[in-house]
């Protein structure tokens, strides 16, 4: 058991003859002893304190690092999570955004293709028509043209029996059955009705905003009109 400055202080030492020990030399050296002993006591008993200080504050600290790395653990996985959190919400935005754009070149895609459609369609439809409208007008016009023509054919055909029914040799033998000459009318008589043709001429003029008129008109090639002109 290790001694205590108590122990040494408490000390005593047997005699031996009459030539023993000094004691007040005993006692001053063990003066000195004690208080070294007790300075050595103090300063190992500071140094378990410090020793204990310095073992608490290591675990302490170990406990600090191991809270620390737990906290590094957590934030690197933490970290992790959040990049593999946005690298799912990157890549779900480019799929979304590449199914947006092709859906949109689609849509153009489709309303182009239909517009080409409707556009090719009322061209067709537009040429049809047209078509159709020059042959119906071609077909209208090769219809005045043969109506005028066997318009003018009857005409010719009525006119020339007419001619040849006036320039039949008859006429003389049936004026002279009635009593008429082949003489001309009399200058009193031409005058008379010269003047009656002014007359009516006059008030068909005035008459004419008024009056219902049926024109019937003769469609004459040019070379026709002009000999008749």
């Known amino acids: 058991m290790a001694l205590t400055p108590i122990d040494i202080q408490n000390k005593e030492f047997s005699k031996s003859g009459r030539k023993g020990y000094d004691s007040t030399e005993v006692n001053d050296y063990l003066d000195q002893v004690i208080k070294d002993y007790a300075a050595v006591v103090e300063e190992n008993t500071q140094l378990k304190t410090k020793v204990a200080d310095f073992e608490a504050q290591s675990a302490q600290i170990e406990d600090m690092k191991g809270s620390v790395t737990q906290s590094i653990l957590v934030a690197q996985e933490a970290a992790d999570r959040l990049k593999r959190t ?13 199914e947006e754009a092709q859906r949109m070149v689609a849509d153009a895609t489709a309303k182009s293709n239909a517009m080409m459609t409707d556009a090719q369609t009322k061209s067709e439809t537009i040429l049809n028509d047209a078509a159709n409208d020059n042959e ?74 008024s009056a219902d008129e049926v024109q019937t008109s003769i469609l004459l090639p040019a070379d026709e009109a002009e000999k008749h002109v």
């Open 136 to 209: 119906k007008l071609a077909t209208e016009t090769d219809a005045i043209k043969q109506d005028t023509l066997d318009f003018r054919s009857k005409m010719q055909t009525l006119l020339q029996a007419q001619l040849e029914l006036i320039n039949r040799p008859d006429w003389d033998a049936t004026l002279e059955q009635k009593g008429m000459s082949k003489a001309p009318a009399s200058a009193a008589y031409n005058e008379k009705k010269a003047n009656e043709t002014v007359d009516t001429a006059a008030t068909d003029s005035v008459n004419s905003d």
């Open 86 to 98: 946005a690298d799912e919400s990157a890549k779900k935005t480019l799929t979304q955004a590449q």
